[in-house]
Nanobody, 117 residues
Framework: QVQLVESGGGLVQAGGSLRLSCAAS????????MGWFRQAPGKERELVAS????????DYADSVKGRFTISRDYAKNTMYLQMNSLKPEDTAVYYC??????????WGQGTQVTVSS
């Protein structure tokens, strides 16, 4: 069984920065890819950024390109999301997830990010 635990959320003013962490534990952890999702009140969950194990391909949602950076420390089984130039519209619960096969099968419990204007 895989467990994912996010940390690093909080309250920040617009223009500020936060770094989210996602620590993985459990079975031999070699997912095909990992991603950060977010869900704001009344909105659907959206994929913010993802990173693939095989070719290291990284993708970002258009709304965060140039501001967010996803990375992984394979030795520590930890994934990060560096978020800079935060905007009020970035306010959401952020989830990390791991994909084995075609779907994101494992999810963290989420961490709240609130950006004040």
């Amino acid at each position: 069984q895989v467990q994912l635990v996010e940390s690093g959320g909080g309250l920040v003013q617009a223009g500020g920065s936060l770094r989210l962490s996602c620590a993985a534990s459990g079975r031999t952890f070699r997912p095909d890819s990992m991603g950060w999702f977010r869900q704001a009140p009344g909105k659907e969950r959206e994929l913010v950024a993802s990173i693939s194990r095989g070719d290291g391909n990284i993708d970002y949602a258009d709304s965060v390109k140039g501001r967010f950076t996803i990375s992984r420390d394979y030795a520590k089984n930890t994934m990060y999301l560096q978020m800079n130039s935060l905007k009020p519209e970035d306010t959401a619960v952020y989830y990390c997830a791991a994909r084995f096969g075609n779907f994101y099968n494992y999810w963290g419990q989420g961490t709240q990010v609130t950006v004040s204007s």
